[in-house]
């Protein structure tokens, strides 16, 4: 069993930063693909970043390339996620979650465990 918290979210203007944390516990953080993945209201949840078990790999959907960028701390089983110029629509509830498998799939079916998720809400 895997439990995640998140932290970090809050209230921005459009431009601004935020730097999201997701604190795992257990000892087997490392054996997990972590990813972010956020809900806005009405919509569902999609993918937005992923890292591979050691860090060494990333992924992200198109709208987070390039603004966002994922990384892992395993002796601290923290993953992050710094966002950077921040845009109205990047509105939404933010979850880490980990993956059991050795692919770093984007579907959410492929992740076991989730956060409560941390709210990022973002004023033009």
């Known amino acids: 069993q895997l439990q995640l918290v998140e932290s970090g979210g809050g209230l921005v203007q459009a431009g601004g930063s935020l730097r999201l944390s997701c604190v795992a516990s257990g000892r087997t953080f490392g054996s997990y693909i972590m990813g972010w993945f956020r809900q806005a209201l009405g919509k569902e949840r999609d993918f937005v970043a992923g890292?591979?078990?050691?860090?060494?790999?990333?992924r992200y959907s198109d709208s987070a390339k390039g603004r966002f960028t994922i990384s892992r701390d395993n002796a601290e089983n923290t993953v992050y996620l710094q966002m950077n110029d921040l845009k109205p629509e990047d509105t939404a509830v933010y979850y880490c979650a980990a993956n059991p498998g050795t692919v770093l799939w984007v579907g959410r079916g492929n992740y076991d465990y989730w956060g409560q998720g941390t709210q990022v809400t973002v004023s033009s």
């Open positions: 890292i591979t078990r050691n860090g060494g790999n990333t």
